[in-house]
């Protein structure tokens, strides 16, 4: 690392092919953002998800043409995680009236098959549960077990000293299962994820998510302007909506295109988007603690030459935190399965991005207000 100590490059004399750069990937992203589209996962848009791991390798446009046959509207299916993994999500929330009373059924002959013989009473349908009563009390527990364990959401939600009741949650979820199961006989599944989101709650969330990542940069806004000036403050937020930016830019441009990544922004992503911000501005901060020494003690120096000796004298500590950084997110992005793939690629590239921009866009817009404010430029 010795060559990075003596480093004697020209960044700011350099700072309009970077505003190209950035300029030409925000551009790449913003049109891809506009014409495709984000994923956005079940958190945000609502609706209902399983994932399914078979024993044995599965055909997915088997599953496909399955679920696609039973009423259920708009469904998406895909691989997940290898050849014997399926996720299938569907918008809709409740089972659909015109096939509720087979589901009905099913559950009967559930019940049937773990009590024989035992008699019960149907006590109450609704819009998506069924609610049956059983005369032997002592039953209750065991039948309620094996409905869940065989995958059914089932409740204990009444018992006197004569008989119990127990609810059963019929969603589109359970009604997928059932059907696939039916299909394929021979090929046994188990339920590896399950969610559930109604469409408010994700408008909700995604309100919250966009207003918790605003907040974020006011925040770090205020804590600069009070830290540097105002003007660096600036320049590090900009920077952060640079890196926001382009990083979402790269979840419209890639998604569908490499298989298996499957980039849906979720609760897990925003996650990530916060901690990018916060590992960019500590780069940032980093560079302007730098400058404002160079300042103190380069008093005649011009303001370019400055940024350039304090980008040059903190290249080896961001290159080596960001390497070693970037090996441990590499690890999760390659090894840490379906579930954090998404979080893993957000960290990986931001912090890429982040680099990029704490080094070559924050300290060049202070140094462009410089320019035309023809003022000079100082720390608290």
Do not use: C
Not at 174 to 189: H, V
Not at 233 to 254: E, K, P, R, S
Not at 323 to 340: P, Q, R, Y
């Amino acid at each position: 690392m010795r060559i990075l100590t003596n480093l004697n490059v020209d960044w700011i004399g350099k700072r309009k092919l970077f505003y190209s750069i950035s300029g030409f990937l925000f551009l790449i992203g913003f049109v891809n953002i506009i014409f495709r589209g984000l994923n956005f996962g079940i958190d945000f848009q609502g609706g209902s998800e399983i994932v399914l791991q078979f024993e044995k390798q599965v055909n997915i446009a088997d599953i496909r043409t399955y679920v696609e046959n039973i009423g259920l509207g708009s469904v998406e299916v895909k691989t997940f995680g290898g050849e014997t993994g399926v996720l299938v999500r569907t918008e809709e929330q409740q089972i659909p009236s015109s096939i509720f009373p087979k589901a009905v059924d099913n559950v009967k002959k559930e019940i049937d098959k773990i009590v024989p013989g035992l008699p019960y009473n149907e006590v109450e349908r609704t819009s998506g549960s069924v609610t049956f009563s059983f005369a032997n009390r002592d039953t209750i527990s065991t039948v309620l077990s094996k409905l869940n364990t065989a995958g059914y959401q089932a409740s204990k939600v009444f018992e006197d000293n004569a008989s119990g009741q127990i609810q059963i949650n019929l969603g589109v979820s359970q009604w997928l299962k059932e059907n696939i199961r039916e299909k394929i006989k021979d090929n046994p599944f188990k339920v590896l994820r399950e969610d559930r989101v109604g469409p408010k709650v994700g408008n909700e969330l995604k309100r919250d998510a966009l207003l918790a990542i605003l907040l974020s940069l006011v925040v770090i806004l205020i804590y600069l302007a009070f830290r540097f000036k105002f003007i660096f403050a600036v320049g590090a937020v900009v920077a952060l909506f640079h890196d926001v930016l382009i990083t979402l830019g790269l979840y419209a441009i890639l998604y569908g295109v490499i298989p298996g990544l499957n980039l849906e922004i979720d609760l897990t992503v925003v996650a990530a988007f916060l901690t990018l911000t916060g590992y960019s501005m500590n780069d940032t901060v980093v560079v302007f603690d730098r400058v404002r020494e160079n300042l103190k003690i380069h008093k005649t120096l011009p303001l370019g030459e400055i940024i350039n000796k304090s980008i040059n004298q903190t290249m080896s500590r961001t290159i080596i935190t960001g390497f070693t950084t970037l090996l441990t997110v590499f690890v999760l992005l390659v090894m840490g399965g379906d579930v954090l793939r998404a979080f893993a690629f957000t960290i990986f590239f931001g912090i890429i991005i982040g680099t990029y921009s704490s080094i070559f866009v924050a300290s060049a817009l202070v140094y462009e207000y410089a320019l035309k404010s023809k003022k000079k430029v100082q720390f608290s």
